[in-house]
């Protein structure tokens, strides 16, 4: 990348696009043959390259955001099937792919969840089974996974919350 001649050498000056959209080639290009042996570490490298080429990609990210929400949904579907819970809500929390853009993901992701909540009510952590309840039931419904601004907390007594007390 710093052949491209920032300081004026052989290469002429730069574009900084240019270099950006070059970075993003690279990145995509190492993503999809990201590999290893082990399954989710390739899938967990393939998310980490496809995610900073989205940073970088700035408002031209259409086919590498596509990629990375792909990317995203097949990492969550073998932590389902390899990891705890825990892992895919891990996945979910950094916010790498909203909820409502894909039903699958959604889905992954509200199973763990329930899931969850099965396993901290077995441990005796009602409170944490709660919460873990009242997010999948968010995602469920389609809503984003934060609190209410103003307005009774969530499970309260109200049951004609018109959901204004949110945000957004």
């Known amino acids: 990348m710093l052949r491209y001649g920032g300081d004026g050498g052989p290469y002429g000056e730069y574009d900084e696009e240019d270099i950006d959209d070059e970075l993003v080639t690279l990145l995509f290009h190492a ?7 082990n399954p989710r570490t390739g899938l967990e490298r393939r998310v980490d390259l496809l995610s ?6 700035g408002p031209a990210q259409g086919p590498v955001r596509e990629e990375l929400d792909r990317a995203v949904l097949g ?3 073998h932590l389902e099937a390899t990891a705890s819970p825990s892992d895919v809500i891990e996945l979910f929390l950094r916010d790498l792919l ?9 889905r ?8 969850r909540a099965e396993i901290r009510e ?3 952590d009602f409170g944490g089974a709660r ?3 009242a997010c999948a039931a968010r995602i469920g419904a389609g809503l984003p996974d934060q609190g209410l601004l103003f307005g009774p907390a969530p499970g309260g007594d109200s049951h004609d919350d018109s959901g204004q ?4």
């Open 52 to 57: 900073t080429a989205v940073g970088v990609a």
């Open 98 to 106: 909203r909820t409502g853009v894909s039903a699958r993901f959604d």
């Open 165 to 168: 007390g949110a945000l957004f």
């Open 31 to 37: 993503a999809l043959f990201a590999e290893d042996e």
């Open 131 to 133: 919460h873990d309840r």
């Open 108 to 115: 992954t992701v509200e199973t763990a969840y329930l899931r």
């Open 75 to 77: 990492l969550a579907e």
């Open 122 to 124: 077995e441990e005796g």
